[in-house]
C-alpha cells in the first residue's frame, strides 16, 4: 500500500444539487452548517503523500475545440477522453448516413450528450427520437438500441459507459468485427433495466436553459438511482447550473472534496467553469469542454463567465464526497 497521510475529513450525507436562477448560487459539493450536522461524521481518509497521477488517457481537461481542430476535415473518428476503474467515455464523429450496428449492455446503463450535428435513437420500447446538440440521452441495461446520423452533417457525440461494459449484440444482428475479439453464442437474462420518474429517455436541455425543463422527478439529476434488481450500479449524472455573479467568492484555502474509490468529471453544458484540480493551475473551461478530477484527488468547482452556466457532473457512487474537516473551510 501506497504511504498517505491521514487526515480528518467530513463525509456529507447528501447528494449534488441544482442551482437555480432565482436563488444564491451554491457551489458544487457545499458543506452546511456548524459541526456538519446529523448528515456528516468526522474520519480519517487516507490520500498519497505525493498526490494522485493523471494517468492517460485522462487530464484536467479535453478542450472540445481541440479536438475539432485535431480531426479537421474527418467525419469518422474516435477520441477516448475518460478511462479509469470505473468509466469509460469516448467523443465519437459519425458520418451522414451511417448507423450502429442494434446492441446493448448486459450490466449497466450507458449515456450521451450530444454535441453537435443530429442522431436517430432507436431504443427497445421507445419511439424512436432525433436527438440534436443539447440532447442528454441514456438506454438502461440490456434495453437494445440503435443510432443513425440524419441531417446532411456528421454527428458528435460524447458517449459514456462504465469502465469493462462490453458491447452485446441480439441474436440476429451481426456483430461488428472487433481485433483480438470473437463472439460467443450465449445466453442472458430476459431481465431488462427500465425508465423510471428519475430516469427518462432524453432530457433536452435546450429547453432547460430557455426555462421549460423536462418534468421529471429530480430534475437537477440526468443519471438518477445507483441502485437496479438489489445491487449497486456504478454512475450518477447531476446537472448543476448556476450565476457566477451570485456564489460566494472564492478563497485560497478551499480545498473543496475528493472522492475516495474514483473520479469525478464533468461535461460542460453551457458557458464557463472553473477548475481548481490537486496542483493544477486553476483553469476555465468552456461549452463542450471536458474536465477530469483522479480519485483521492481535491478538487474545487465554481461557475465562471458572464450569465448562466452549467455542467453535467459524473460521480461513481451516491454520497460520496469527502469534505473538509469541522474547523478547516467548508469544502465548495
Known amino acids: 500500500m501506497r504511504s498517505s497521510q491521514r487526515i480528518a475529513f467530513v463525509i456529507l450525507g447528501s447528494g449534488l444539487f441544482l442551482t437555480l436562477p432565482a436563488r ?14 446529523p448528515s456528516q461524521m468526522e474520519v480519517w481518509a487516507p490520500l498519497p503523500e505525493k498526490g494522485t497521477s493523471f494517468i492517460p488517457p485522462n487530464k484536467p481537461v479535453t478542450k472540445i475545440a481541440a479536438l475539432l481542430a485535431k480531426h479537421k476535415g474527418e467525419q469518422t473518428w474516435t477520441e477516448t477522453i475518460v478511462s479509469d476503474n470505473l468509466f469509460h467515455g469516448d467523443y465519437i464523429s459519425m458520418p451522414p448516413g451511417a448507423k450502429t450496428p442494434r446492441r446493448f449492455h448486459q450490466d449497466n446503463r450507458a449515456f450521451w450528450i450530444v454535441q453537435d450535428g443530429q442522431i436517430r435513437f432507436t431504443i427497445e420500447g421507445q419511439d424512436p427520437f432525433v436527438a440534436a446538440r443539447g440532447f442528454l440521452v441514456q438506454v438502461p441495461k440490456r434495453l437494445v438500441y440503435s443510432m443513425e446520423t440524419v441531417g446532411d452533417k456528421p454527428s458528435l457525440r460524447f458517449e459514456v459507459t462504465m469502465a469493462h461494459s462490453n458491447t452485446m449484440y441480439p441474436i440476429d444482428e451481426t456483430p461488428p468485427p472487433m481485433r483480438g475479439v470473437k463472439f460467443e453464442r450465449a445466453r442472458v437474462a430476459k431481465a431488462k433495466g427500465a425508465y423510471d420518474e428519475a430516469n427518462v429517455p432524453f432530457i433536452d436541455y435546450n429547453q432547460t436553459i430557455a426555462g ?80 477530469y478530477a483522479p480519485a483521492q484527488t481535491w478538487h474545487r468547482v465554481r461557475f ?29
Open 212 to 291: 421549460h425543463p423536462k418534468p421529471k422527478k429530480n430534475p437537477d439529476q440526468f443519471v438518477g438511482d445507483a441502485h437496479d434488481g438489489g445491487y449497486v450500479n456504478v454512475g450518477i449524472a447531476n446537472i448543476i447550473r448556476g450565476d457566477s455573479a451570485t456564489q460566494p467568492p472564492a478563497r485560497e484555502d478551499d480545498l473543496g472534496h475528493f472522492h475516495v474509490t474514483g473520479p469525478e468529471f464533468w461535461f460542460v453544458l453551457e458557458g464557463q467553469i472553473e477548475f481548481k484540480i490537486g496542483s493544477v493551475p486553476i483553469f476555465v473551461a468552456d461549452q463542450g469542454d471536458i474536465a
Open 304 to 332: 465562471a463567465g458572464a450569465g448562466m452556466a452549467t455542467r453535467l457532473a459524473i460521480v461513481g457512487y451516491a454520497n460520496s464526497h469527502v469534505f473538509q474537516a469541522t474547523g478547516d473551510r467548508s469544502g465548495q
Open 24 to 37: 444564491q448560487a451554491r457551489i458544487h459539493g457545499e458543506q452546511r452548517g456548524s459541526g456538519g450536522g
